[in-house]
């Protein structure tokens, strides 16, 4: 859910504009309580697009304020349409990227001040499965994972998860419907983000080897390809530089599936 939040004319009729541009984004004009309204959007995780003062937001939002983690993607526009700023959550909750979305729906410029702004954003999605998953149960956890992160199909460089669903015809088959490579490693390469994973399942260790599979994939795909993309060589390229990738989206599950979204820095 995006929520719109206008406190001028002029603001107003720039969040009519986002509106119709956005999927699943509601305006709300001057909601009062001011700042009670907005925390409670902020709190139920909602992303949110306010048309205001910088000022206004931080003191509003500062109470309900947890961690980069966490935190739903915030962004500050100028009435005037000129300015989109990521204010929370630039890199983990994806801020960065949807105000370079935002900017170009309406012409606008984007001021991003975080470190690696520049540097071009690789992203991946691991999935794990039970055996014979359904694919339509597994597209429909990938495409609502990428709605919920604000990406579109062509920002995701590949779909990946770990050696032994090398030959999952669910996975398999969408890929090829999506376009993209379907990647996997092995338990020893997906052991090396161990510790970059959200949580971690002694269950799934005790069958596959490692604590978590989607995130894993994610994660170390992620890092995989943007070491590929800079150096224009081949995908399985090895590079210790893990710490360069990060978890965009925590693991999403279904009841047979699970999807997790990870993005990696390439110059």
């Known amino acids: 859910m995006i929520r719109v ?4 004319d002029k603001g107003q009729a720039l969040g009519k504009r986002l509106v119709a541009q956005l999927n699943d984004a ?6 009062q309580p001011f700042s009670q309204q907005v925390q409670t959007y902020f709190t139920a995780g909602e992303r949110l697009i306010f048309i205001c003062a910088t000022g206004i937001v931080m003191r ?6 947890a961690d980069k983690y966490t935190d739903p993607a915030v962004l500050v526009l100028d009435e005037n349409g000129r300015f989109v700023i990521p204010l929370l959550s630039g890199h983990e909750g994806g801020a960065n990227d949807w105000a370079l979305q935002v900017s170009k729906l309406i012409n606008a410029e984007p001021v991003i001040t975080t470190a690696n702004a520049y540097l071009h954003p690789i992203y991946s999605v691991g999935m794990g499965c039970e055996r014979n998953c359904p694919e339509a149960e597994l597209e429909g956890l990938f495409m609502q ?16 998860s770990i050696d032994i669903k090398a030959d999952e ?27 970059q994973l959200s949580t971690r399942s002694t269950y799934v260790h005790s069958i596959v080897g490692v604590y978590g ?4 994939a994610a994660l170390y795909s992620a890092l995989q390809c943007a070491a590929a993309y800079s150096k224009q060589t081949d995908i399985a390229l ?6 360069q990738a990060e978890l965009v989206m925590n693991k999403q599950k279904t009841a047979k599936a699970t999807c997790a979204i990870a993005r990696a820095y390439a110059s």
């Not at 509601?26 to 909601?31: A, D, E, M, Q, R």
């Not at 994972?145 to 990946?160: N, R």
């Open 26 to 31: 509601l305006l709300s004009h001057k909601p």
């Open 169 to 195: 015809q669910g996975l398999i088959s969408l890929a090829a419907k999506l376009g993209i490579p379907f990647l996997t490693w092995n338990k020893q390469q997906l052991s090396t983000v161990e510790e």
């Open 213 to 216: 599979v989607a995130e894993s």
């Open 5 to 8: 939040i206008s406190l001028t």
């Open 238 to 243: 090895e590079t210790s530089l893990v710490e």
């Open 145 to 160: 994972s990428l709605q919920q992160q604000g990406l579109s199909i062509k920002q995701i460089s590949c779909l990946s």
């Open 60 to 65: 509003s939002l500062a109470p309900v304020l």
